[in-house]
Nanobody
């Protein structure tokens, strides 16, 4: 499945952005979905995940209460609503799909989008 992430940009501290991850050529409904991020010089870290039906979500402690993952299977799209952004949220954000294991382990994700850059300025 090919994933296309979009919605990144430059935002001030405390601002909001909504990232989207769309699938082409195949439906996303069989997959659990995740968002990861990678800051310059750092590893790719887990941000949030959602089950294929959208009934369960999982968040990294650093984003819980500020970021929210959701999905619309009819539109083959997964979203990451980002509120009260902080400078440490600056990173390239990647969406990913897994049919193996729901959760935060990036090694379980088989398909990755190309990433979208979020920059939070202070």
């Amino acid at each position: 499945v090919q994933l296309q992430a979009s919605g990144g940009g430059l935002v001030q501290v405390g601002g909001s952005l909504r990232l989207s991850c769309a699938a082409s050529e195949r439906t996303l409904s069989p997959y659990d979905m995740g968002w990861f991020r990678q800051a310059p010089g750092k590893e790719r870290d887990f941000v949030a995940a959602i089950t294929r039906t959208g009934t369960t979500a999982l968040y990294a402690a650093s984003v819980r209460g500020r970021l929210s993952i959701s999905r619309d299977n009819a539109k083959n799209t997964v979203y990451l609503q980002m509120n009260r952004l902080k400078p440490e949220d600056t990173a390239v954000y990647f969406c990913a799909a897994t049919s193996r294991e729901f959760g935060s382990n990036r090694n379980m994700y088989d398909y990755w989008g190309q990433g979208t850059l979020v920059t939070v300025s202070s």
